[in-house]
């Protein structure tokens, strides 16, 4: 009888262990599965950072096109730093995908964008109040329950907030991903605002530099004017001065001749 309880116990340590070795060879093929998805997507992503790199506002849109898709989610957005009238700091929605609202805006430390841009912390929600995000879409209004948000930081600097909205939970793998991608982002993002920068600046130097080309070329022409004034002037100066040598001459002749008559 003990020997029979000695094998039933060596069976079922066996086929513990192997279950344990099949449940640690499933876990691991799924972090491998993860891990190549991850990969890809920060490649796919990339390429849509190279070839949207001029524009701002483009290279946004097509970054939460893609990105949308490749998480299976139903809204994002990305919001940007800007200095209002006020020379108050705001967060600008400057592109979005789903969003009932098409335009959005937060103060520094307003809402959970505005919270995350003033901790520079990510944060993950899994249970939003209904209709706190409604997602717009040909069968109506829903309301999305998960949400991302990630800060868009640049050194030790923070540029703007990515927000990612869902029906269903969000993977860790997938916000993981997002967090990468956001660091790749935030450089591209500052390169393209630099960019815009530079570009504004020289345009503005050709602007001056033409306006002053004009005026000096204004100038010019009223020193020419003048110039030939001025010769003018000393012409008829000179012909006035013969003139009056020419009176005085004959004047002086007519005298003569009254004396000699």
């Known amino acids: ?25 499933e876990a691991q093929r799924e972090s491998e599965k993860d891990r190549i998805w991850t990969d890809q997507g920060i490649v796919q992503l990339g390429e849509v950072l190279s070839q949207s790199k001029d524009d701002i506002d483009e290279l946004c849109k097509n970054v939460l096109k893609n990105l949308v898709q ?4 139903q809204l994002a957005a990305i919001y940007l730093t800007e200095q ?11 592109a979005d995908y789903g969003y009932s609202s098409k335009y959005r805006e937060f103060d520094v430390g307003d809402g959970l964008v505005g919270e995350c841009y003033k901790n520079r912390e990510v944060s993950y929600f899994d249970n939003l109040p ?9 069968l109506g209004d829903a309301s999305a329950s998960h949400l991302l948000v990630v800060p868009l930081n640049y050194e030790d600097i923070t540029i703007g ?14 916000r993981d991903m997002v ?6 982002l935030t450089a591209a ?17 050709k602007i001056k530099a033409e306006e002053l080309a004009v005026r000096e070329e204004e100038l010019q022409q009223n020193l020419e ?19 009056v040598k020419g009176l005085k001459k004959q004047i002086a002749d007519l005298k003569k001749k009254a004396k000699s008559g």
Do not use: C, H, W
């Open 161 to 174: 907030v990515i927000e990612i909205g869902s029906f269903s939970d969000i993977p860790i793998f997938k």
């Open 179 to 184: 967090i990468v991608f956001s660091q790749r």
């Open 130 to 138: 209904k209709d706190y995000l409604k997602v717009s879409s040909g």
């Open 189 to 205: 993002i500052n390169t393209t605002i630099l960019g815009e920068q530079t570009k504004k600046l020289l345009d503005d130097s």
């Open 84 to 94: 209002n009238e006020e020379g108050k700091t705001i967060l600008i929605q400057r």
């Open 1 to 25: 009888k003990r020997d029979k309880q000695a094998l039933e116990g060596a069976i079922a340590e066996a086929q513990k262990e192997v279950a344990d070795q099949k449940a640690q060879m």
């Open 70 to 73: 490749l998480m299976e989610v």
């Open 225 to 243: 004017e003048m110039q030939a004034i001025n010769e003018d002037r000393d012409r008829r100066s000179k012909e006035m001065e013969e003139t």
